[in-house]
């Protein structure tokens, strides 16, 4: 298949949906502005895995022309319709996912994993997906079942991005089907990059991201909200805690990707013979919060796996 300005159409059009249609709309808008200002020079850092190539010609072909957002219910449009303005035409019901799919060149399928398969066996949808791309948020749910409720013609493409995407501090991660050209896979990598960092693995690495990156978030936030209430204990305001917490997270992570320092490094640069980060390490060592966390990894992953399963 070749991709020339396509026209996405986002099934399922929830906070991810939302929020990637704004991410690559917010894209342009910055690369048109800094193409009319060539005296600001853009600075955009590469995806991990991507695909690289910055052909400016590919660049223009791979720029999506519109977008189309399909929900459920009417109700459910009236509110998207409020949240996106012309950003998008909004069509709702199994009629809307037929003609949204019908006039579109890549659907983005952001369901719930549990509906994914009655949504792709819909009357007419079938039809509408030959010779397009599929991109697929949903966990769990496989290349293989992906495909087998298409057409062999049509591109199947896993991702699993995460809630920071909402603010393009996000991590997706893609896996390819056997039959996915460079093209799509470019195309694909462009649109999460707009949202943060992009890599590409082998799909027997998803379950383990969907816990890492896509639940990793959730459990982030206990270990900041933790980390404040030991402030608040100490004396600090909640507001002040959590503040204090939260940079502390987002520093150190930085340091990481910007340096690539193990995190070992970093902890041993702060850790003092006989001072108080010593301290604070052992009680945490104490309380196995290394075991613990990784094995909150394992159980997200194990369920993980569980998703795109028939419920019987």
Known sequence: MTLNKPTICVLGCGTMGIAIIRGTLDSI?????????PSLAP????SEGAVVDQSSSEDDLLRPAGFIAC?????SAVKL???LGNQARVLHGAAGNVQGVSESDVIFLCTKPQVAKAVLSAPGIQEALRDKLL?????????????????PTTTVIRAMPNTPCKIREGMTVLSCGPNTDLQSMKFTSNIFSTLGRCRILDEKHLDAVTALAGSGPAFACVMLEALADG??????????????????????ARMVLT???????????????GGCTIAGLLTMEDGRIRSTLART?????????????DKK
């Open 29 to 37: 808008a910055g690369q048109d502005s800094a193409q009319a200002s």
């Open 43 to 46: 600075v955009t850092p590469a």
């Open 71 to 75: 929900v459920s219910h009417e109700d």
């Open 81 to 83: 319709r409020k949240t």
């Open 135 to 151: 991109v697929s948020i949903c966990a769990g749910v496989t290349i293989e079942q992906l495909q087998s409720w298409t057409t």
């Open 231 to 252: 402030g608040v204990m100490m004396g600090l305001p909640r507001d002040v805690a959590t503040e204090l917490a939260a940079q502390v997270l987002q520093g150190a």
């Open 259 to 273: 340096t690539g320092a193990h995190p070992a490094a970093i902890k041993d640069s702060v850790t003092t013979p």
């Open 297 to 309: 990894i394992q159980e997200a992953a194990t369920v993980a796996s569980t998703l795109g399963r």
